[in-house]
């Protein structure tokens, strides 16, 4: 099972990383004490992008940043009660690196994210970073094309075996295939959406060879749209795209299959700044037609995370604040019916 961190403000920017797994989550629709909570400190600023729940384990990736050095990738292991098991610091000499998301392949993890480039300055391109598990060994790779900034934002593997990465390039949505060592199969700038652009999350197409992506089109301070598009496995083209206009600042950051199908999205809307805005959740039929739209949950913040319930109620968790000045994690439960 996976858990996304995300915040559409900066509120992961914490000096404490707190780790607060509650049942609810994943067992029962019923309020439930803490399962256990752990603080880890290592640097003056860090952040959690992304935890995978495993058997014995759990994997966390995060970054980190010293108060006199740039910042740097982390990839720790704990075990279900939070002791740390393994740790693997990945650092860029010629300055910042950060990870956003990881998938698992067997006994390999492979992240993405993005690394300042060797020339300097403020330009930075896609990784992609591998990881034994087993060996605790990893090797870094920069991805794609380098004549632009680009950042890799969320990571699927695909069913022949390669890796799928989707997130923007000179801010406009972009998506790369590339093998297990980081070579290019296709890549595909999706160009012609206005102002800053980007794509968020990947979901397989059932039955097809295929994918839904999510993301962002139109953005600046005051305005912003969700985008749905469908992009091809062989070649990366984008056979369709629809766009959601909910008002003023919105944006998507995770998109989940619905086992009674459709699907569920969640992420921020309905925003007049950069910083204050909604947490937003709705539910779309399988040709993207809304079902019901609840964007009354999360305030001055975003939902960042949407997990589906065995009698189909949904979880949602992101962070609160609805005086503007202090956010908190929240967790709320959903009807998978109508939202409420």
Not at 56 to 85: C, H, R
Not at 260 to 275: D, K, L, R
Not at 281 to 307: A, M, P, Q, R
Request: with cysteine.
């Amino acid at each position: 099972m996976l858990m996304r961190t995300y915040a559409l403000k900066s509120q992961l920017m914490k000096s404490v990383v707190i780790i607060l797994l509650a049942c609810l989550l994943y067992c029962n629709a019923y309020p439930q004490n803490k399962y256990f909570e752990k603080l880890y400190k290592w640097e003056a600023v860090q952040e959690l992008r992304k935890v995978m729940l495993l058997e014995n384990e759990m994997i966390f990736a995060g970054n980190a940043k010293p108060e006199t050095d740039d910042w740097y990738g982390q990839v720790y292991v704990t075990g279900n009660f939070g002791d740390t098991l393994a740790t693997q610091n990945l650092s860029n000499p010629y300055g910042y690196m950060g990870f956003v998301d990881f998938v698992q392949l067997g006994n390999f993890f492979f992240f993405t994210g993005n690394m300042t480039k060797p020339i300097g300055g403020d330009t930075f391109q896609t990784l992609l970073l591998t990881w034994d598990r087993n060996s605790n060994q990893a090797n870094l790779h920069y991805v794609g094309n380098s004549d632009n900034n680009s950042v890799g934002r969320s990571i699927i593997s695909s069913p022949d075996g390669n890796l799928i990465i989707i997130g923007h390039y000179a801010w406009q949505p972009y998506a790369i295939k590339t093998d297990t060592l980081g070579n290019t199969i296709w890549e595909q700038v999706y160009e012609g959406y206005p102002l800053l652009n980007w794509l968020t999350d990947i979901i397989p197409v059932p039955n097809e060879e295929a994918y839904y992506v999510i993301g962002t089109v139109g953005w600046n301070v005051y305005n912003g749209d969700i985008l749905v598009a469908k992009i091809r496995d062989t070649d990366g083209q984008m056979v369709w795209d629809t766009i959601y206009d909910f008002g003023g600042v919105d944006g998507a950051v995770e998109i989940k299959r619905s086992q009674s199908g459709g699907y569920f999205i969640c992420g921020g809307a309905e925003g007049f700044s950069n910083t204050q805005f909604k947490g937003v959740t709705f539910k779309v039929k399988e040709d993207f037609g809304i079902v019901w739209y609840n964007s009354n949950i999360l305030e001055n913040c975003g939902c960042g995370v949407i997990h589906e319930l065995p009698g189909g109620d949904v979880i949602v968790g992101g962070c609160n604040d609805p005086q503007g000045e202090f956010a908190q994690m929240q967790i709320i439960k959903l009807s998978g019916i109508d939202g409420s």
